[in-house]
């Protein structure tokens, strides 16, 4: 079955706006993480989150790993937050990271 | 310190051509990762080097993808006779040791099989 899920599949906001993404995920997979790829194709980590909050400026994320999801807070958008944002989390204890389909975010001027 | 480098940035072939993938992880990384990312789709492991140690090749599609690291810098994913189902983007990753952390992405190759 699917490891990562992730919704919505796209978001399209305006500037000023905040978003909630959500990443459900199975027994198989731990220790989340979230990336953002930006339009040139980069990712960039955001946050190793196994569990609880964590806050970095204007994004948060929450992992309840006993309820096996994680949300990606994102407050007062930007235009430059656009583009694809990933969750991660390892399979079953080996080093290989299983991705999620993402949510495109798209944030208008 | 300089990030994860590959090269190269964009790669066009014709189907049946062999192709070479170059990835530098970051100095002092012991771990290295291979992604493939196919348009509009999440990453799918390819495989994994961890020092001296066997890779996990659990990832790889096929006989034709095969992938090298020397020590623990470089590392080259060679696909054999390409297909049109082989142009994707191909990421590389490093993260510094065993355990179950943030991994770092290089810029990716995007491979075109005409």
């Known amino acids: 079955g699917i490891q990562v899920e992730q919704s919505p599949p796209d978001l399209i906001l305006q500037e000023g706006a905040n978003s909630t993404l959500r990443c459900n995920f199975s027994d198989s997979v731990n220790n989340l993480q979230w990336f953002h790829q930006n339009p040139w194709g980069q990712l960039i980590n955001l946050f190793y989150?196994?569990?609880g909050t964590k806050q970095n400026g204007r994004l948060s994320a929450t992992t309840v790993a006993t309820e096996r999801y994680s949300l990606l807070y994102i407050s007062s958008s930007q235009t430059t937050d656009s583009g694809v944002y990933f969750c991660a989390g390892f399979f079953q204890g080996a080093q290989k990271l299983v991705f999620g389909q993402g949510t495109r975010l798209t944030i208008n001027p | 310190g300089a990030g994860v480098s590959q090269s190269p940035s964009n790669k066009v072939t014709e189907k049946g051509k062999d192709v070479e993938l170059r990835c530098d992880p970051i100095s002092g990384h012991t771990a290295l990762y291979w992604y493939r990312q196919r348009l509009g789709q999440g990453l799918e492991f390819l495989i994994y080097f961890q020092g001296n140690s066997a890779p996990d090749k659990s990832g790889l599609p096929s006989d034709r993808f095969s992938a090298e690291r020397t020590g623990e810098s470089v590392s080259t994913l060679t696909i054999q006779r390409t297909q049109q189902e082989d142009s994707a983007v191909y990421l590389c990753?490093?993260?510094?040791?065993?355990?179950?952390?943030?991994?770092?992405f290089g810029p990716g190759t995007r491979l075109l099989v005409l």
């Open positions: 989150i196994p569990s």
């Open positions: 990753a490093s993260s510094p040791g065993l355990r179950q952390e943030t991994q770092y």
